[in-house]
């Protein structure tokens, strides 16, 4: 049976905000989730694992622009630099979202947004050239807020869904395990084969966020 991909976007949080432990620890979430990535590709042989970043600051650009299949995919380190133009982020990802390029057969894509701050640019003008595409209408998402200054109501609007919530990571060992699950299990939804375009696919989503235990070790 001939695969179809599953393209993964990274959206990464890289303001001055994000500086010290908490870049540290994301860079050092993603790259130990990648093993499990494969795992869960492997699991699924009919879906192909295509990974892509994206970070904004002052500026959003591609730290991995070009899709990279899971199993060649190996982690460069992100560095924080400037504010939070969130907008320009998912304007970008929502070109990406356009057929072309991406394939007329796919799985849905996943997009993984995670922030420690309030946006500085125009982010609702972003969601909606985002929600204007049919694979931004179908894509599994999920939002990880950093610490008690997220703006976790934009994260919320970013869901597109009232039944989700953004997970919160107000430590690193809860970061570590937002990072795990939106590694495999949305990857495990996205695995699912897309069924028609209707509204439903965007109202429901078969997976839900786990509830993380509250950490002595709070310290974002």
């Not at 295509?50 to 500026?59: D, E, I, K, M």
């Not at 050239?129 to 894509?139: E, F, L, Q, S």
């Amino acid at each position: 049976m001939a695969n179809r991909p599953v393209h993964f976007i990274w959206l990464l949080d890289c303001s001055y905000s994000m500086q010290g432990e908490k870049i540290g620890q994301l860079n050092y979430a993603i790259r130990e989730a990648i093993p499990e990535m494969r795992s869960v590709a492997h699991d699924n042989p009919a879906a192909q694992l295509l990974l892509r970043t994206l970070t904004f600051s002052s500026v959003a650009r591609w730290h991995h622009k070009d899709p990279v299949p899971v199993d060649d995919f190996t982690w460069q380190d992100v560095q924080v630099d400037g504010m939070t133009n969130l907008g320009e982020a998912l304007q970008t990802v929502s070109r990406e979202l356009q057929t072309p390029p991406m394939p007329q057969r796919a799985l849905k894509p996943v997009l993984a947004l995670v922030s420690d701050g309030v946006p500085t640019d125009d982010w609702r003008a972003g969601l909606k050239a985002i929600d204007a595409t049919p694979w931004g209408k179908k894509a599994v998402r999920v939002a990880i807020a950093i610490g008690a200054d997220a703006d976790r109501s934009v994260l919320q609007e970013f869901l597109g869904n009232p039944e989700l919530q953004p997970l919160d990571a107000n430590s690193p060992k809860q970061l570590a395990a937002a990072i795990r699950w939106a590694s495999t299990a949305a990857v495990k939804a996205a695995s699912q084969p897309v069924v028609g375009g209707s509204a439903d696919t965007l109202v429901k989503q078969p997976y839900a966020p786990p509830v993380l235990d509250d950490d002595d070790d709070d310290v974002w």
